[in-house]
Structure formats: C-alpha cells, structure tokens
C-alpha cells in the first residue's frame, strides 16, 4: 500500500489512533510504540492496540487525559493493518511527530 493508496478518510484513522499513542510518547513510555512498528502480523499488531488501549482506559480511569479513538475507528485501523502492516509504522511516526505540549514549546524545549 503506497501512500497514494491511503485516502484522506486512512489518514484521518492513522491521526486518531496517533492521537492515544501519542500520550505514551509523552510520557517516554515508547514500549507500545516501538511493539507496533515492529509488528510481524496484523494479529501481532492488533495484541499491541488491545493493550494500549486498555492501558489507555486505566489512565483515563485515573485522572490522566487521553484521547481514546471510538470503535470504528479502531476496526477501520484494524482492517488497514491487514491490508498492509506498514501502516504501523505510518501511525508510529505520527504519534511520534504529534507536538507533547504546544509546539513553538517544543521547539524552544519548555514545558
């Protein structure tokens, strides 16, 4: 799947689910992240996604805001991964590239 291959509405689903893992990146807690660019199966990546979310929905339960993607948007995700797994890598990169504060803040390196 090339990136033409990837509608606007693709890329929509990729910022959304970029938008949870992004709140781990944050955090420096990179394990989610690295365990999705590297999946091997769309089964392997969709075990990483089950866990982040659910770890997603502890740290909401706590007080932590984190934007947790809806339904279908996670099983459109899902059917994108088995359509090519380096999706994975498109919404690691994402995710990694989403401003942690606001980003003339992260330019400058304040908090």
Request: a positive charge.
């Amino acid at each position: 799947m090339s990136r033409n291959s990837l509608s606007e509405g693709d890329w929509e689903v990729l910022r959304e689910i970029a938008k949870m893992l992004n709140v781990f990146a944050k955090e420096k807690a990179y394990g989610y992240l690295d365990r999705l660019a590297n999946a091997y199966s769309a089964k392997a990546a969709e075990s990483v996604l089950r866990e982040a979310l659910r770890d997603a929905r502890s740290l909401l339960g706590q007080g932590t805001w984190i934007p947790i993607p809806r339904a279908n948007v996670v099983e459109r995700f899902l059917k994108l991964v088995e359509k090519d797994i380096n999706v994975c890598t498109k919404v690691v990169a994402l995710a990694l590239a989403f401003p942690g504060t606001s980003d003339t803040q992260d330019r400058r390196g304040n908090e």
